[in-house]
């Protein structure tokens, strides 16, 4: 099938997400600020222990959600659109709620029949997995209803849901916390009273009532988004691997302590910078698939929105690693937890590549070939755990960051590689150049500061060059370099 340029559309679609990141903008940066604030708040309601053992049971919550409810939504998300113009959503949205209906009734069956087996492998007491498997109902709802409101492009409604979602947990969890002595069972149990409400405003948001009619599944939709979905769970499986396997590995070497720091280490790393990241891409695809369904040649727009990515992570993630010390007592409140700040670096650089494979990706997700994602990624988790394993027998914290680092830079890598034909990404070779050029005077500058400047504190020196990086970017090499990409 052939994808031709349409500029005129291209521009409106462009005009379209950057309307849409504004509206997002909250959700995500409140969702930002949130996450910045639970690591102190939880590091310091919780001991070391009962931190790591909350980090476990979500790592466990989130493995179940990408086996049976996750792919559903995204399911829900990709197909939309084609169901609304062939007029037939009634049916396709019976037919992903019987799905996730199914998958829950499976979940409960299996998790109940090998319960002794899972929660052994998880190490967590069986109150823990029995919450996690409860909280996968109102979770596996949000994910499906969220991805329809994005379809729709109701992304103020999906703003307001995702804040309110956010801060009604966190004070839920302190309240229990501090007055129930619920210890980390607080945080399971805040997100489930909280998850719930929020579904609630999810079905009046989306008006899917208005659409759903209990009636005879259509067996025609249920193979395109099993072809589409099951890919995505596997690969997203292995993507679990990738990035929360070494808590598990590290739980089972060191204990509960050593798991806590991995997982401050992801607090102060992934939970923040991808929260920002996804502005970016929480807008851009629903609009990218609309695009794509109309075919318009897509990749101009990837490689535009690829630099902008590039502009907004490479600064941050720099600042942040050159002062990790810094950066981790600002957010961390138990002084035990410190030791956290050597993962930082690697965690900050392994979220960069990772961000970076959302773009390499999405050619997959576009062409209908998630398998390919899935076998990158399986590729990537094994490679994962084999250097987690060995790294961190051989180098302990340091070799949860190296391992982390390298697996996720194996998977960006294996994505920019293995390519669709005709959604070759293109590289946005002026945005590339104008970073390198303003990248050189603050890269002496922040060597100058750290080395001299020892009366400023460091979070302000990060602050300084962060604002010192954009100014030059802006004033000089922007104007510098005009060249057509």
Same mark, same amino acid.
């Given at each position: 099938?052939?994808? /031709?340029?349409?500029?005129?559309?291209?521009?409106?679609?462009?005009?379209?997400?950057?309307?849409?990141?504004?509206?997002?903008?909250?959700?995500?940066?409140?969702?930002?600020?949130?996450?910045?604030?639970?690591?102190?708040?939880?590091?310091?309601?919780?001991?070391?222990? &009962?931190?790591?053992?909350?980090?476990?049971?979500?790592?466990?919550?989130?493995?179940?959600?990408?086996?049976?409810?996750?792919?559903?939504?995204?399911?829900?998300?990709?197909?939309?659109?084609?169901? &609304?113009?062939?007029?037939?959503?009634?049916?396709?949205?019976?037919?992903?709620?019987?799905?996730?209906?199914?998958?829950?009734?499976?979940?409960?069956?299996?998790?109940?029949?090998?319960?002794?087996?899972?929660?052994?492998?998880?190490?967590? %007491?069986?109150?823990?997995?029995?919450?996690?498997?409860?909280?996968?109902? %109102?979770?596996?709802?949000?994910?499906?209803?969220?991805?329809?409101?994005?379809?729709?492009?109701?992304?103020?409604?999906?703003?307001?849901?995702?804040?309110?979602?956010?801060? *009604?947990? /966190?004070?839920?969890?302190?309240?229990?916390?501090?007055?129930?002595?619920?210890?980390?069972?607080?945080?399971?149990?805040?997100?489930?009273? +909280?998850?719930?409400?929020?579904?609630?405003?999810?079905?009046? &948001? $989306?008006?899917?009532?208005?659409?759903?009619?209990?009636?005879?599944?259509?067996?025609?939709?249920?193979?395109?988004?099993?072809?589409?979905?099951?890919? !995505?769970?596997?690969? +997203?499986?292995? *993507?679990? !691997?990738?990035?929360?396997?070494?808590?598990?590995?590290?739980? $089972? !070497?060191?204990?509960?302590?050593?798991?806590?720091?991995?997982?401050?280490?992801?607090?102060?790393? #992934?939970?923040?910078?991808?929260?920002?990241?996804?502005?970016?891409?929480?807008?851009?695809? %629903?609009?990218?698939?609309?695009?794509?369904?109309?075919?318009?040649?897509?990749?101009?727009?990837?490689?535009?929105?690829?630099?902008?990515?590039?502009?907004?992570?490479?600064?941050?993630?720099?600042?942040?690693?050159?002062?990790?010390?810094?950066?981790?007592?600002?957010?961390? +409140?138990?002084?035990?937890?410190?030791? *956290?700040?050597?993962?930082?670096?690697? @965690?900050?650089?392994?979220?960069? @590549?990772?961000?970076?494979?959302?773009?390499?990706?999405?050619?997959?997700?576009?062409?209908?070939?998630?398998?390919?994602?899935?076998?990158?990624?399986?590729?990537?988790?094994?490679?994962? =755990?084999?250097?987690?394993?060995?790294?961190?027998?051989?180098?302990?914290?340091?070799?949860?960051?190296?391992?982390?680092?390298?697996?996720?830079?194996?998977?960006?890598?294996?994505?920019?590689? /293995?390519?669709?034909?005709?959604?070759?990404?293109?590289?946005?070779?002026? #945005?590339?150049?104008?970073?390198? =050029?303003?990248?050189?005077?603050?890269?002496?500058?922040?060597?100058?500061?750290?080395?001299?400047?020892?009366?400023?504190?460091?979070?302000? &020196?990060?602050?300084?060059?962060?604002? /010192?990086?954009?100014?030059?970017?802006?004033?000089?090499?922007?104007?510098?370099?005009?060249?057509?990409?």
């Amino acid at each position: 099938m052939e994808y /031709i340029e349409n500029k005129e559309v291209e521009e409106k679609e462009v005009k379209g997400i950057f309307t849409d990141m504004l509206k997002y903008a909250p959700s995500k940066l409140c969702g930002m600020f949130g996450n910045m604030i639970t690591v102190p708040i939880y590091t310091g309601l919780f001991s070391q222990e &009962q931190y790591g053992l909350y980090t476990i049971s979500i790592a466990m919550l989130s493995f179940l959600c990408i086996i049976f409810s996750d792919w559903v939504g995204l399911s829900g998300l990709r197909f939309f659109r084609h169901h &609304q113009l062939t007029d037939d959503l009634p049916k396709y949205v019976t037919t992903l709620v019987t799905i996730l209906t199914i998958n829950m009734l499976l979940m409960f069956g299996l998790g109940l029949l090998f319960k002794d087996s899972l929660y052994s492998f998880f190490h967590v %007491p069986f109150k823990y997995f029995l919450a996690v498997l409860f909280l996968i109902i %109102p979770v596996a709802i949000r994910a499906l209803l969220s991805q329809i409101l994005r379809a729709q492009l109701k992304s103020i409604s999906y703003t307001i849901t995702t804040i309110l979602n956010q801060f *009604a947990t /966190i004070l839920l969890a302190v309240y229990l916390a501090k007055y129930m002595h619920l210890g980390a069972f607080s945080i399971l149990l805040s997100m489930g009273i +909280s998850i719930t409400a929020i579904d609630i405003l999810l079905l009046y &948001q $989306s008006e899917i009532l208005k659409v759903f009619k209990l009636q005879k599944i259509e067996w025609t939709f249920i193979f395109p988004i099993m072809k589409y979905g099951i890919p !995505i769970a596997a690969a +997203s499986l292995s *993507a679990w !691997i990738i990035t929360q396997s070494n808590k598990f590995i590290m739980n $089972s !070497i060191s204990g509960f302590s050593k798991a806590a720091l991995v997982g401050a280490g992801y607090g102060l790393t #992934m939970s923040i910078l991808m929260t920002l990241f996804a502005m970016i891409t929480v807008a851009a695809i %629903p609009r990218i698939i609309n695009m794509y369904e109309a075919k318009v040649d897509v990749r101009p727009i990837i490689s535009r929105f690829l630099g902008y990515y590039l502009l907004v992570s490479l600064p941050i993630i720099s600042a942040i690693s050159l002062y990790n010390v810094d950066y981790t007592h600002l957010f961390i +409140s138990n002084p035990k937890m410190y030791e *956290a700040s050597v993962l930082v670096p690697y @965690f900050s650089f392994g979220v960069f @590549f990772i961000a970076l494979a959302d773009y390499t990706t999405l050619q997959y997700h576009l062409a209908n070939k998630t398998y390919i994602g899935f076998i990158i990624k399986l590729v990537s988790g094994i490679a994962g =755990v084999a250097l987690n394993i060995i790294l961190i027998k051989q180098l302990g914290l340091i070799g949860v960051g190296i391992a982390t680092l390298l697996t996720n830079f194996l998977y960006w890598l294996l994505s920019a590689v /293995i390519v669709v034909k005709g959604l070759n990404i293109r590289l946005p070779k002026r #945005m590339i150049l104008r970073l390198i =050029v303003t990248f050189i005077p603050v890269a002496i500058l922040t060597w100058a500061m750290k080395s001299f400047a020892v009366i400023i504190p460091g979070i302000a &020196q990060m602050a300084i060059i962060l604002a /010192i990086f954009y100014t030059i970017y802006y004033f000089g090499a922007r104007k510098l370099i005009n060249f057509p990409e």
